[in-house]
T-cell receptor
Framework: TQLLEQSPQFLSIQEGENLTVYCNSS?????LQWYRQEPGEGPVLLVT?????EVKKLKRLTFQFGDARKDSSLHITAAQPGDTGLYLC???????????FGKGTSLLVTP | DAGVIQSPRHEVTEMGQEVTLRCKPI?????LFWYRQTMMRGLELLIY????????DSGMPEDRFSAKMPNASFSTLKIQPSEPRDSAVYFC?????????????FGPGTRLTVL
């Protein structure tokens, strides 16, 4: 199973700041998904990226897929307390059915 | 649709006791997954079903763990006997399709504490 490394592990910032979190692998991703998990809840899909170099935007969130499809980043502009949560990247395991998750970046945005 | 439903939300039990976790997937979803989340290991797949049939249970830690899906709207994950190292949050997820960009929908999880 492909190992997904996420960084940083923890991030604490103030409202209004910008931030970037990363997801890397030594192997090529077939596709990559980003999930957000709020405290006490299950992960919720934010986006799927498939093509190398692809950029997708979701309001203040910008997702980028590396040209070689071995890395991805999530940039949040003007973070808000509602952005607090665990950000997980995931790809499909070798079977192609189940998700293989990184350990996530835990983000805390304080007012 | 109410989404994926899991019960109980919290379970506290003593070592050696049997624990049963329950899941109702989204209606019409053919795939059901059980995951376990811990601080040390993150989210790990335990087992998944397709059309009520277990396809891959290689993630089940040991024989103390078993999962069933008697029909399309219900699945259980059982731990017997439970041990303190089983303490974790257990998630059930379902999806219409698999692979590619298909989305898995997660339930709110069951937080299990084994004393």
């Amino acid at each position: 199973t492909q190992l997904l490394e996420q960084s940083p592990q923890f991030l604490s910032i103030q409202e209004g700041e910008n931030l970037t979190v990363y997801c890397n692998s030594s192997s090529v991703f077939s596709s990559l998904q980003w999930y957000r998990q709020e405290p006490g809840e299950g992960p919720v899909l934010l986006v799927t990226v498939v093509t190398g170099g692809e950029v997708k935007k979701l309001k203040r969130l910008t997702f980028q897929f590396g040209d070689a499809r071995k890395d991805s980043s999530l940039h949040i502009t003007a973070a808000q307390p509602g952005d607090t949560g665990l950000y997980l990247c995931a790809d499909f395991s070798n079977s192609g059915y189940a998700l293989n998750f990184g350990k996530g970046t835990s983000l805390l945005v304080t007012p | 649709d109410a989404g994926v439903i899991q019960s109980p939300r919290h379970e506290v039990t003593e070592m050696g006791q049997e624990v049963t976790l329950r899941c109702k997937p989204i209606s019409g979803h053919d795939y059901l997954f059980w995951y376990r989340q811990t601080m040390m290991r993150g989210l790990e797949l335990l087992i998944y079903f397709n059309n009520n049939v277990p396809i891959d249970d290689s993630g089940m830690p040991e024989d103390r763990f078993s999962a069933k899906m008697p029909n399309a709207s219900f699945s259980t994950l059982k731990i017997q006997p439970s041990e303190p190292r089983d303490s974790a949050v257990y998630f059930c997820a379902s999806s219409l399709e698999v692979g590619g960009g298909n989305e898995q929908f997660f339930g709110p999880g069951t937080r299990l504490t084994v004393l």
